[in-house]
């Protein structure tokens, strides 16, 4: 009867095991990715305080805000759209040859930048 009870106990155990792991994983689907995409727009509006409101500089941050959120999106519903991201890396790419930026922004950008393509680089393996 105690071997049929720890058989039940186990069994019982990997039914619930195999249920609540795959929602835990879940609730941290992407979510460093997303954070290195909320750590850049972080990063995008901070410079854009100190723009000098030319606008073609704030255009280029638009675009990239713009392609990070929509990538960001896509991620939310658990979809990689590498389409986004590669023109979110375009777009970031133009912020920091273009724009006037102070020494800082552009090294935390050019930081955020070398993180994505080291992302998109992982994924594409």
């Known amino acids: 009867m105690d071997a049929r009870r720890s058989r039940l106990g186990i069994a019982a155990l ?3 095991a195999s249920l609540v ?4 994983a879940q609730k941290g689907y992407y979510s460093d990715v997303r954070a290195l995409v909320g750590r850049t727009q972080t990063d995008l509006r901070q410079a854009l305080d100190l723009v000098r ?9 638009d675009f990239a805000q713009r392609h990070l959120s929509q990538f960001d999106r896509a991620l939310s519903k658990r979809k990689w ?4 991201l590669d ?3 375009d ?3 133009n912020v920091i040859d273009h ?3 102070e020494p800082e922004d552009r090294d935390r950008l050019t ?3 070398r993180d994505l393509r080291d992302l998109r680089r992982e994924r594409s393996r």
Do not use: F, M, W
Not at 21 to 24: A, R
Not at 81 to 84: F, R, S, V
């Open 14 to 16: 990997g039914l619930i």
């Open 81 to 84: 759209d590498k389409e986004k």
């Open 99 to 101: 724009n006037t930026l």
């Open 87 to 89: 023109a979110a890396i």
């Open 91 to 93: 777009d970031l790419q």
């Open 53 to 61: 409101r030319n606008g073609k500089e704030l255009q280029r941050i």
């Open 111 to 113: 930081a955020d930048l």
């Open 21 to 24: 792991l795959p929602v835990y």
